[in-house]
Every structure is written in C-alpha cells, then in structure tokens.
Nanobody, 120 residues
C-alpha cells in the first residue's frame, strides 16, 4: 500500500520557521521526483516546490523562492520542506505528492496534509 505521511505543521509567528516531513512507504522513493503543494481556504491547490529523484534538481514557486528549501533523504524514505521567514500568506494545508506511471496510465498520490498557520 503506497503511502505518503506528512508531519511538522503547526502554528508559528510571522518570520518564524517550520520543517515539514513527508515519509513514504509502499514504493521505491529513489525512483521518483516528489512535490510539495499547498491549499489555502477558498483557493486552489498550488505547487510549492519539487525535487528530482536524485535530489540534484529542485524548483520553487516564485512566492517561496529564497525562503523554502526542499531536500530528500532516500535512505530514510523522507522528503523535507524547510520553511523560513514565514508569512501569513503561507497559511495553508501542505501536501506531498508523487506521480507514478505504469504502461497503462499514471496515478497521483497525495498525503493527508499537514496544517501550517502563520499568525501573530
């Protein structure tokens, strides 16, 4: 059973930091790129950051560049999102995501999400 389990969310003041973790099971993490997405109330889910299977390549949304860092530890089957200089507009539920393709179709898998609230 493929699973992605996020943790590390919480309430933080503006300017603070949080580190989110996404622990995988049921598939070989080394073979896949992983993404972090977020969804704020009343808004569509948006991509935040992604990392290649090896970790050599990363991409970020413009809104988080210079503040967030995505990394991975394939041995621990974990992808991390370090979030610094948090702003109230970063408040959202954060999800990790993987797309796994077979010969017939591709599948999107999501974790259950972790709430991040940035407020004074």
């Amino acid at each position: 059973q493929l699973q992605l389990v996020e943790s590390g969310g919480g309430l933080v003041q503006p300017g603070g930091s949080l580190r989110l973790s996404c622990v995988s099971s049921g598939f070989t993490l080394d073979d896949y790129g992983i993404g972090w997405f977020r969804q704020a109330p009343g808004k569509e889910r948006e991509g935040v950051a992604c990392i290649s299977s090896s970790g050599a390549s990363t991409n970020y949304a413009d809104s988080v560049k210079g503040r967030f860092t995505i990394s991975r530890d394939n041995a621990k089957k974990t992808v991390l999102l370090q979030m610094n200089s948090l702003k109230p507009e970063d408040t959202a539920v954060y999800y990790c995501w993987v797309n796994i393709a077979t010969a017939i179709k591709s599948y999107d898998y999501w974790g259950q999400g972790t709430q991040v609230t940035v407020s004074s």
